[in-house]
């Protein structure tokens, strides 16, 4: 069993910035995709941002410009750094890594507020 622990969420004010990292139990190497989703309170969990195994990145239309995707498989970590941050970026933030089944971590609040 896979474990994915993210951490790095908090309170940032609007135009802040905060780095997310995931760290996996096991190597990232063999991963074919690892992404961060988010879910805020009555909405669905919607994509963020994936990376494929050859590094690829893909993002939401609505993080473009703002958010960058990144992992070092030395440390088997997934990072999200995001900047310019909105109050509608308010939301639970989900690790997610795709081998030969999907595995999830417990998600890390992140709050933009004055």
């Known amino acids: 069993q896979v474990q994915l622990v993210e951490s790095g969420g908090g309170l940032v004010q609007p135009g802040g910035s905060l780095r997310l990292s995931c760290a996996a139990s096991?190597?990232?190497?063999?991963?074919?995709?690892m992404g961060w989703y988010r879910q805020a309170p009555g909405n669905q969990r919607e994509l963020v941002a994936y990376i494929s195994r050859g590094g690829t990145t893909t993002y939401a239309d609505s993080v473009k410009g703002r958010f960058t995707a990144s992992k070092d498989n030395n440390k088997d970590t997934l990072f999200l750094q995001m900047n310019s941050l909105k109050p509608e970026d308010t939301a639970v933030y989900f690790c997610?890594?795709?081998?030969?089944?999907?595995?999830w971590g417990q998600g890390t609040q992140v709050t933009v507020s004055s």
């Open positions: 096991r190597s990232i190497s063999g991963f074919n995709v």
């Open positions: 997610y890594a795709r081998a030969e089944t999907g595995y």
